[in-house]
């Protein structure tokens, strides 16, 4: 069983690593994989809305990761998704990826559990880790909570290290989310199964 981390964060060894790999080592400890993909400095083009991956279940821009992480996060049990705080707000690099790799494809990963963490100098962590969790709640994925909201601060991998609270609530996400995989894998061994979604039937104010 495998556990993705995405870093949101172009530093490929900063804060946000830092969180992610405290809540890895949690997960490994509890005998899950993991595998971690980076960002980084790569440009991500935002959605046009096209609507074309309604049909193909995939954006019809391959020059990009996105496409490539749809399929790894459909194969992965959870999902974990890490971000510096940029304005009071999750980094736009990787708020377009994830825009394009929820959208419209989103029934792949119904069911895994998720969570969001930020991490930020000083404020602005509270709307950034909401935001996060939108792409994991209309996607009927359950989030996983940990013992406050998933954040650590510092503007150095350094200052993070001395966080010791943060550091503290990414490994108990990683408890508590490692708990929740097992827990959906031996209901599925028992025979509970997944609810069956309604046809969603959108109304956009307007009948
Ligand atoms: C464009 C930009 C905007 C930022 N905005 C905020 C902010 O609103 N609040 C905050 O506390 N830190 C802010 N920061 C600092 C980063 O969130 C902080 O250094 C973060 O821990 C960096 O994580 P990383 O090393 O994983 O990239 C900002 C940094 C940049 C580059």
Known sequence: MSVLLVNGSPHPTGCTFTALSAVASQLEKN???????????QSI???????KCAKTGYCIFNDDPVNELVGTLSRAE???VGSPVYYAGPNASLCALLDRVFY?????????????????????????????NKYFTIARMPVVASQYWNSVHGNTADEVRQD????????????????L????AAGK???????????????????
């Open 78 to 80: 959870a999902l974990v």
């Open 31 to 41: 005998d899950l994989q993991t595998q971690l993909f980076q960002l980084g400095t």
């Open 189 to 207: 061994a028992a025979g509970i199964d997944a609810p069956v979604p309604e046809t969603w039937e959108p109304t956009n104010f307007i009948r």
């Open 164 to 179: 010791k609270e943060g550091l503290q609530t990414m490994r108990a996400l990683g408890d508590n989310m490692a708990w």
């Open 181 to 184: 995989v097992k827990c959906i």
């Open 104 to 132: 419209r494809k989103s029934a792949g990963y119904a069911f895994k559990p998720a969570a969001a963490v930020v991490s930020c100098r000083r404020g602005g962590s509270s709307a950034s880790f909401d935001r996060l």
């Open 45 to 51: 083009r935002g959605c046009i809305a096209c609507n």
